[in-house]
């Protein structure tokens, strides 16, 4: 088979080459975030990152450029002549995902992908496009992976480089229109933090865009709302040899919840589109003491609630038929959907699809099944939508993206930026 690498323009072919090197320098680094955090950020990785993040855009010409106490990078470029009515942000998150092995990653390039089965040296990771559709469709591509026994880091690395690489590409030509841009790359989105700390009003931006979604042309201004949804189960410990009618197991009570939950429905795995879910992600246990984590999501608060009320009866029934037992059950708000706070700006979605289609691309218009830093910074007073950037199969050791696609996402941050006054 004959296959050819394509870009969706001559701007993004420029870029590819720069958005390519920086990612692979920035995957290296191990930025995973640790849950149940006691700093900011909750690993020293995502300082050295930052750090080398610092050094890169002040050799691209954002002077300001500087690294917080609590890991957040800023900078700022001046807007062109004659533009400056607006302040727009640019945004992506430096840590990488917990619920995969984060360190030592080796990236590697498939030059002009040949449209087959790639099987990675380590760990016997397999990508098939037989059931990896979007890599299927990506034949003559030039695909980054891990070696196969880490996760890649293209949440959210690809869209630190895109950003990175395309705000170098207008500080260098000043014949590229631009307002006044902010950007900042945050620390901890991966746990559910990276708005904690952020200073929108510091920030000083109108509005922002995070470029942190997955295939080529994804323009999304929908979140899920999320909750996370903590049981503890205290039991009854005794030596398990004179236990007779004494002995109440919690992790036996933890396990009756989750064997207890619809098998066909409400799970990550059984449900799509528009459907919410609950996902027990995280079980410690003893018989004295057993902990279930889990979190509860859907596009509907009304739904959400119910389906934490769900979990909650649950685990009451199941310590109610065990004398002695005792339930603790912390709900812990971690953002909602953003949709009614974009609503009030359509401009700031509508520029983004003009830019898209500006680069060729077809703009894909679906909710996130997931949620971004943009959930709680609209929340914050500081509209968010969410770009693609490119990469796929994220949180997992099969993660993968394209150089064509990531440079299309600089490319159209360019675009993007022509769009403001």
């Not at 931006?205 to 929908?222: H, N």
Request: net charge negative; glycine share 10%; aromatic share 6%.
């Amino acid at each position: 088979m004959t296959v050819v690498a394509s870009f969706t323009s001559e701007l993004a072919a420029s870029l590819a080459g720069d958005v390519r090197d920086r990612f692979l320098r920035y995957v290296r680094v191990d930025t995973q975030s640790q849950r149940d955090r006691t700093q900011s950020p909750s690993t020293p990785g995502q300082l050295e990152l930052g750090w080398m993040l610092v050094d890169e855009l002040r050799v691209a010409g954002l002077d300001d450029a500087a690294l917080d106490a609590n890991g957040y990078v800023t900078a700022s470029l001046p807007a062109t002549a004659g533009r400056g009515g607006t302040v727009v942000g640019l945004i992506a998150h430096v840590d990488t995902s917990p619920d995969a092995p984060g360190a030592g990653v080796e990236p590697l390039v498939h030059e002009r992908y040949d449209g087959g089965v790639l099987r990675l040296p380590r760990g016997g990771t397999v990508l098939d496009p037989a059931v990896l559709p979007q890599l299927a469709g990506r034949a003559g591509h030039d695909i980054v992976t891990s070696s196969g026994d880490t996760l890649l880091g293209a949440d959210d690395k690809a869209g630190v480089a895109e950003v990175l690489a395309a705000v170098a590409r207008l500080a260098a030509d000043p014949e590229l229109p631009r307002p006044a841009l902010r950007i900042c790359f945050t620390p901890d989105e991966e746990i559910g933090e990276g708005a904690t700390l952020f200073d929108t009003e510091n920030f000083g931006a109108d509005f922002a865009y995070t470029v942190d979604g997955s295939a080529l042309g994804e323009l999304q201004d929908e979140t899920f709302s999320a909750v996370e949804v903590r049981l503890t189960f205290h039991g009854v410990e005794v030596h398990p040899g004179y236990a007779t009618g004494k002995l109440v197991n919690a992790a036996k009570l933890a396990a009756g919840v989750l064997a207890a939950l619809p098998a066909d429905r409400l799970s990550p795995e059984t449900t799509s589109g528009r459907e919410g879910f609950i996902h027990p992600y995280e079980i410690d246990g003893t018989a004295a003491r057993a902990e279930v984590r889990a979190i509860v999501r859907d596009f509907d608060d009304d739904l959400l609630d119910d389906h934490v009320a769900l979990l909650r009866a649950l685990a009451e029934e199941s310590v109610a038929q065990a004398p002695g037992a005792r339930l603790e059950v912390d709900v812990r708000e971690q953002y909602r959907n953003m949709r009614t706070h974009l609503a009030r700006m359509p401009e700031v979605v509508q520029a983004a699809e003009r830019a898209m289609r500006a680069e060729g691309i077809e703009v894909v218009r679906e909710p996130i099944r997931g949620g971004t830093d943009g959930s709680r910074l609209s929340a914050m007073g500081l509209p968010t939508p969410n770009l693609f950037a490119g990469g796929h199969e994220f949180h997992s050791l099969r993660e993968w993206v394209s150089v064509q696609d990531m440079a299309a996402a600089a490319a159209t941050l360019v675009r993007l930026a022509a769009e403001w006054p």
